[in-house]
């Protein structure tokens, strides 16, 4: 949803980097790009002129003055101010001391209520909550079915003694499940309410009854975030008309500028507090500002991956899998390789999963042009493979190779790309759980050839003789090997720091050579 105003801050700060001081007018352009990007993000024009002036000011301080790095600093003044003027503090659910908390849903038909509704029961059931779904829009063609449907799919009961499609007194719905939830011992109560076309007088005076009737210890404002600036108007009016305590936002995975997020909790003064990002019942959390900042700054969400991956990985699986890795817990298989390709499915899509990480952005082409089905298809050839093929990947030859591709449906060539890159893939994940570092990344240990020179040509490496060749006769070869290590054994043996040395070693001649330092020779007496 952040796609453009990501894109064009990267761009702004692009053109800070490598000044090592900024100039009234660096200042000046800075902020004018960053008013235009939020101009063209939909953000309501009192929040841009508040945040430009704010950041024009912090920038002109002495915080980018005398810092290192003043494009680094000015990049952290923005994720700062976009922090606040998105709430600032995650705000979390307060809940009731005595009886049923009673959560009351509010918003303008459309926007998602309904199917959030759900999505915030099944959020509260694993948090520990026994909640209850309550069907109080009885306006709406097959709403009250749409709430039993979304509650079976959860597995949350819902409460909807009348049919709903215009039968029905909400009022009397709404205060009679308070009742029902104490009667059936559930801690929650979440009241889902009609909406409208439009904001109009009939349904903030139904809000208003069901507010009274129930008291509810929170009211959520449900907003679509792709209205763009009609989301703050509408906000606003219910504001003023019902009242409510913090914001939802649905739809935030759609392709609209957002800029609704980011104007309604600075105009209203009410914190944004959950967020819905995916058609799932599960792509629904709390809203974290500073993380939300960090994604359009392209900064990443690790934290919110981190937290998903606790959810949905098995950790005896991982710890398993790990040991393997290690070489403490046998080989590490393509049947290890796919549960832990199914583990990450139970994340999301992966272009999800690659967004939350940092710099991603630069990729976000690739990322959206993803084809997800390629995972079913490495699930495919894998699942066509007998036992011994999966425990032992060296044995598939081109006999097995073509009969795995007919199985699955795929070409031998698919099937030849995904068994060499599995081999490769283990073998750096076994590196790196050693501790030998990644191979190819500069700065990490375990890798050779990161002194040379990255420009020009190679220097020229000697060449290396033929090794002895072994016989092809496993026993003889098996005898070549054990004498081989004999050697080697006792070349160790002879200079445990595997220089060269042994009985023919000249140490006069070779200490001779070493350039010593005047006078040293009293210390090897």
Same mark, same amino acid.
């Given at each position: 949803?952040?796609?453009? /105003?990501?894109?064009?801050?990267?761009?702004?700060?692009?053109? +800070?980097?490598?000044?090592?001081?900024?100039?009234?007018?660096?200042?000046?352009?800075?902020?004018?790009?960053?008013?235009?990007?939020?101009?063209?993000?939909?953000?309501?024009?009192?929040?841009?002129?508040?945040?430009?002036?704010?950041?024009?000011?912090?920038?002109?301080?002495?915080?980018?003055?005398?810092?290192?790095?003043?494009?680094?600093?000015?990049?952290?003044?923005?994720?700062?101010?976009?922090?606040?003027?998105?709430?600032?503090?995650?705000?979390?659910?307060?809940?009731?001391?005595?009886?049923?908390?009673?959560?009351?849903?509010?918003?303008?038909?459309?926007?998602?209520?309904?199917?959030?509704?759900?999505?915030?029961?099944?959020? /509260?059931?694993?948090?520990?909550?026994?909640?209850?779904?309550?069907?109080?829009? +009885?306006?709406?063609?097959?709403?009250?079915?749409?709430?039993?449907?979304?509650?079976?799919?959860?597995?949350?009961?819902?409460?909807?003694?009348?049919?709903?499609?215009?039968?029905?007194?909400?009022?009397?719905?709404?205060?009679?499940?308070?009742?029902?939830?104490?009667?059936?011992?559930?801690?929650?109560?979440? %009241?889902?309410?009609?909406?409208?076309? &439009?904001?109009?007088?009939? =349904?903030?005076?139904?809000?208003?009854?069901?507010?009274?009737?129930?008291?509810?210890?929170? %009211?959520?404002?449900?907003?679509?975030?792709?209205?763009?600036?009609?989301?703050?108007?509408?906000?606003?009016?219910?504001?003023?008309? %019902?009242?409510?305590?913090?914001?939802?936002?649905?739809?935030?995975?759609?392709?609209?500028?957002?800029?609704?997020?980011?104007?309604?909790?600075?105009?209203?003064?009410?914190? %944004?507090?959950?967020?819905?990002?995916?058609?799932?019942?599960?792509?629904?959390?709390?809203?974290?500002?500073?993380?939300?900042?960090?994604?359009?700054?392209?900064?990443?969400?690790?934290?919110?991956?981190?937290?998903? *991956?606790?959810?949905?990985?098995?950790?005896?699986?991982?710890?398993?899998?790990?040991?393997?890795?290690?070489?403490?817990?046998?080989?590490?298989?393509?049947?290890?390789?796919?549960?832990?390709?199914?583990?990450?499915?139970?994340?999301?899509?992966?272009?999800?999963?690659?967004?939350?990480?940092?710099?991603?952005?630069?990729?976000?082409?690739?990322?959206?042009?993803?084809?997800?089905?390629?995972?079913?298809?490495?699930?495919?050839?894998?699942?066509?493979?007998?036992?011994?093929?999966?425990?032992?990947?060296?044995?598939?030859?081109?006999?097995?190779?073509?009969?795995?591709?007919?199985?699955?449906?795929?070409?031998?060539?698919?099937?030849?790309?995904?068994?060499?890159?599995?081999?490769?893939?283990?073998?750096?994940?076994?590196?790196?759980?050693?501790?030998?570092?990644?191979?190819?990344?500069?700065?990490?240990?375990?890798?050779?050839? =990161?002194?040379?020179?990255?420009?020009?040509?190679?220097?020229?490496?000697?060449?290396?003789?033929? &090794?002895?060749?072994?016989?092809?006769?496993?026993?003889?070869?098996?005898?070549?090997?054990?004498?081989?290590?004999?050697?080697?054994?006792?070349?160790?043996?002879?200079?445990?720091?595997?220089?060269?040395?042994?009985?023919?070693?000249?140490?006069?001649?070779? *200490?001779?050579?070493?350039?010593?330092?005047?006078?040293?020779?009293?210390?090897?007496?």
């Amino acid at each position: 949803m952040f796609a453009t /105003l990501s894109d064009r801050l990267a761009d702004t700060f692009k053109n +800070l980097r490598g000044k090592g001081r900024l100039s009234e007018a660096d200042v000046d352009a800075t902020a004018r790009e960053i008013r235009i990007a939020l101009l063209e993000a939909d953000v309501a024009l009192p929040v841009v002129k508040e945040f430009v002036a704010a950041v024009k000011e912090r920038a002109r301080g002495e915080e980018v003055s005398q810092a290192l790095n003043p494009a680094q600093q000015v990049v952290k003044i923005v994720n700062e101010e976009l922090v606040a003027i998105l709430g600032g503090e995650t705000r979390r659910l307060r809940y009731a001391k005595t009886g049923p908390t009673v959560i009351m849903l509010a918003g303008l038909q459309g926007a998602g209520k309904t199917t959030l509704a759900a999505k915030l029961a099944l959020w /509260l059931k694993e948090q520990g909550k026994t909640p209850m779904l309550v069907a109080c829009d +009885l306006q709406r063609p097959n709403a009250v079915k749409q709430l039993q449907v979304n509650g079976e799919r959860v597995g949350v009961p819902v409460y909807a003694p009348e049919p709903g499609n215009g039968v029905g007194d909400p009022v009397a719905v709404a205060r009679g499940s308070i009742e029902e939830a104490k009667r059936r011992v559930h801690d929650v109560v979440i %009241v889902d309410t009609a909406g409208r076309l &439009g904001v109009d007088a009939e =349904l903030m005076q139904q809000a208003s009854d069901i507010r009274d009737a129930v008291q509810p210890d929170e %009211v959520l404002f449900v907003v679509d975030a792709m209205i763009g600036q009609d989301a703050v108007s509408t906000a606003q009016a219910f504001l003023d008309g %019902v009242g409510y305590d913090g914001v939802v936002l649905t739809k935030l995975d759609g392709d609209a500028r957002g800029g609704a997020a980011l104007s309604i909790a600075s105009i209203t003064g009410k914190p %944004v507090m959950f967020a819905s990002n995916g058609e799932k019942m599960t792509d629904f959390d709390l809203f974290h500002p500073d993380r939300m900042a960090s994604r359009i700054l392209d900064m990443g969400d690790v934290m919110t991956l981190i937290e998903q *991956a606790e959810k949905a990985f098995d950790s005896e699986q991982a710890m398993k899998a790990a040991a393997k890795l290690s070489g403490q817990g046998g080989e590490f298989t393509l049947d290890d390789f796919l549960e832990q390709m199914q583990q990450v499915r139970k994340l999301g899509s992966m272009s999800k999963i690659m967004g939350m990480l940092p710099g991603m952005g630069q990729f976000r082409e690739q990322l959206e042009n993803f084809d997800e089905r390629e995972i079913d298809r490495i699930q495919a050839i894998i699942q066509s493979m007998t036992p011994a093929e999966r425990a032992n990947p060296k044995i598939i030859d081109g006999s097995r190779r073509a009969r795995i591709a007919k199985g699955s449906g795929r070409q031998v060539s698919d099937v030849n790309q995904l068994v060499d890159r599995f081999f490769e893939a283990r073998k750096m994940m076994m590196q790196m759980a050693r501790g030998g570092g990644m191979p190819g990344m500069p700065g990490m240990p375990g890798m050779p050839g =990161l002194g040379g020179p990255k420009k020009g040509k190679a220097k020229a490496q000697p060449k290396k003789g033929k &090794g002895a060749k072994r016989s092809g006769n496993p026993a003889k070869a098996a005898q070549q090997a054990a004498a081989d290590k004999e050697k080697a054994a006792a070349a160790g043996a002879a200079n445990p720091f595997g220089m060269p040395g042994g009985e023919d070693m000249d140490y006069e001649k070779a *200490a001779a050579a070493l350039d010593l330092p005047k006078d040293f020779s009293k210390f090897l007496k």
